[in-house]
C-alpha cells in the first residue's frame, strides 16, 4: 500500500467518524414530522443556514472541473464562475425574503410545492416533481461517478467509491434529515474552503519557488498565450450557454430553493446570505487561481502538459505531500457528499408532499416513507452510477438547462402571487414547463447532452432559446390574464 | 415590517451591473495582456455583493 494511499485510509475514516458524530448529535433537535425532516421546523441559525447552502451549491464541480475548465480556457472561467455568483446573490436579495415569509406563512416544505401553491394547482406540483427526478438524479450520479473515479485512480476501487459515496449520503440525511444534512455541510464546507485556500497558500509559497520562477513570471506566461484575456474557448455563445442556466440557479434548482426556507428569522436570512457572498467568492477566486498558476508553469515547461481538463487536479495533487493530497482529496468527496445529499433529500420531499403527505398520511408513517424513498433515490443513482451509464452521466451537464423553465414560472409566481392564481397565468406556467422541457430532452436526445450544452441556433445557444420561449410563454399569459380582468 | 424603498432602484442597477459584467470584456477587454478582465470580473463582483448585502442588512430591499 502506497504512503499516499494509507494516509488517504487513515483521513477518510477520520472525516466519516467526525462528520457521522455531528451528524448523529443534530439528532437533539428532534424530528417530529415531515416539515424538521424536510427543512428543520424552519429553525436554522445564520452559520449552519449559510453553509449548507453554500456546501450544497459547490458540488465537486468546483475543485475538479473548474480547475480545468480555467487551466484549458483561461480567465473566462472567473467570468463565468462569478457570472453565477453576482447573479444568485441579486436573487437572494430579491426573491429570497419574501420565499422566506411565504414559507413559513403558508407552511413550504418542498419546492414543488411552493409552485403547486403559488399557482393553486396539484398538476404544476406533480410536473415539477417529474423534472427534478429526470434532472437531478443524473446530477446526483455524476457526483457519484466523480467520486468513484477518485478512488478508481487512487488504487481503492471504483465500487469502493459507489458503496462509500452512496453510504455517506444515505447515512448524513436519514440520522436526522435536514438536520444532519445542514450541520454535516457546514462541517464539509468548512473542509472544501480550508482545502482550496491551503491549495493556494501552497502553490504561492512551495510550487512556484520551488520551480525556480516567480509569480510575475507565471502570469507573464498566461498573458503571452493570451489566457489572461477572452480566448478563442469563451466566444459570447459558449459564455451564454455556460453562464444562462447557472445563473438561475438559486431559483431553479430545486436543493438551493428550499434552503431559503430553513432560517429561524429574517436577520438570520440576512446574515447567511452575506456569509454565502464571502464563501461564494473567497472558494471561486481559489479555484480559479489554482488552475491559472497551474497553466502558467505549464507554459514554462515547469509543469506537464495535461491534455484532458478533469485530470488537472489529480496531476497536481499527485505531486503533494501524502497528508495534503489526501486532505484535498477528501475536500473532493466532500463537495460530492454535501451537493448528493441535499438533492436526495429535497427530491424526496416532493415526493413526500406532493404526491403523498397532503394525501392525509400521519407524520410517523411520513417520516418512515421519507427514509424510504431517500434510500430508494440513493440506491438507484449508486446503480447509475455503478453501470456508468453514459447518457445518464452525460445528461448532468444539462440538469440546470432541463431546470430552467422552471426559472420565468417561479420569477412570475414570487413577483406576483395574486395574478399567479390565474387560470390564464396557471396554464401558461404548465405550457412553460412543458414545452422547456420538451425542447431541452429533444436536443439532448437528437444531438446528446453534451453537444446540446455548446449548441447555438441563430448566435443563441439552446439554454437562452429555452429561456426566451418560456419567458415569452409567461409573459403572453401574463398579459392575456391582464386584458380578461380589463374587460371583465 | 420592510421599507423596500430602495428595491426598485436596487433591481434596475442591478440589471445594468450585470449588463456591464457580460459586455465590458467583450467590448474592451478580450485581448488585455495583464490582470484587467481578472480584476473587472472580481471588482465588479465584490463591489455588488458589498452594496447588496449592505442594503439587505438595513431593510432597504
Known sequence: MSDLLQVFVLMLVAYVSLGSLIAYFSRRYGVRSSRDYFVSGYKLGWFLASMTYAATTYSAFMMVGLVGLTYSSGVGA??????????????????????????????????????????????????????????????????IVGVAAIFEGLGVGYEVGILVMSVLTLAWVVLAGMWSVATTDAYQGLWMLSAAVILVF????????????????????LSEKGLLGITGFWTPQTFLAYTIPWIFFAVTNPQVVVRLYVHKDLHSYKKSVLLFSVFGFLYTIAVVYVGLIVR??????????????????????????????????ISILAAAVSTANSIILTVASSFVRDLIEKRGVGNVSVLK???????????????????????????????????????????????????SKDCVMRRAALLSLLVGTFISFSFALVLGPRKTFLTSYYGLPVSALTLIITSAIMLSGYVISRLRKNKD | MRSRRLRTPYVISSIAAVLLFYLIPYLTLSGVKNLELVIFWSAITLVWLIITNLLLMRDLL
Open chain 1, 78 to 143: 472567473l467570468g463565468f464562475e462569478l457570472a453565477y455568483l453576482l447573479v444568485t446573490v441579486i436573487l437572494l436579495a430579491v426573491l429570497g425574503p419574501t420565499v422566506w415569509a411565504m414559507a413559513r406563512e403558508r407552511g413550504w416544505v418542498s419546492p414543488s410545492e411552493m409552485l403547486s401553491d403559488l399557482y393553486e394547482s396539484k398538476l404544476i406540483g406533480y410536473v415539477v416533481v417529474t423534472i427534478y427526478l429526470a434532472a437531478m438524479i443524473p446530477y446526483v450520479t455524476a457526483q
Open chain 1, 202 to 221: 501552497l502553490l504561492l509559497n512551495q510550487l512556484i519557488p520551488s520551480s525556480g520562477v516567480t509569480l510575475n513570471q507565471v502570469l507573464k506566461a
Open chain 1, 296 to 329: 502558467g508553469l505549464t507554459e514554462l515547461g515547469l509543469f506537464e502538459v495535461i491534455s484532458r481538463s478533469d485530470l488537472v487536479t489529480p496531476t497536481l495533487i499527485s505531486r503533494l505531500h501524502p497528508a495534503l493530497a489526501s486532505f484535498i482529496y
Open chain 1, 369 to 419: 416513507l421519507s427514509n424510504t424513498i431517500v434510500t430508494l433515490l440513493t440506491i438507484t443513482s449508486a446503480y447509475l452510477a455503478y453501470i456508468r451509464l453514459g447518457f445518464v452521466v452525460d445528461l448532468s451537464v444539462l440538469t440546470s438547462v432541463l431546470l430552467l423553465p422552471l426559472a420565468p414560472v417561479t420569477i412570475a409566481a414570487l413577483l406576483m402571487p395574486r395574478e
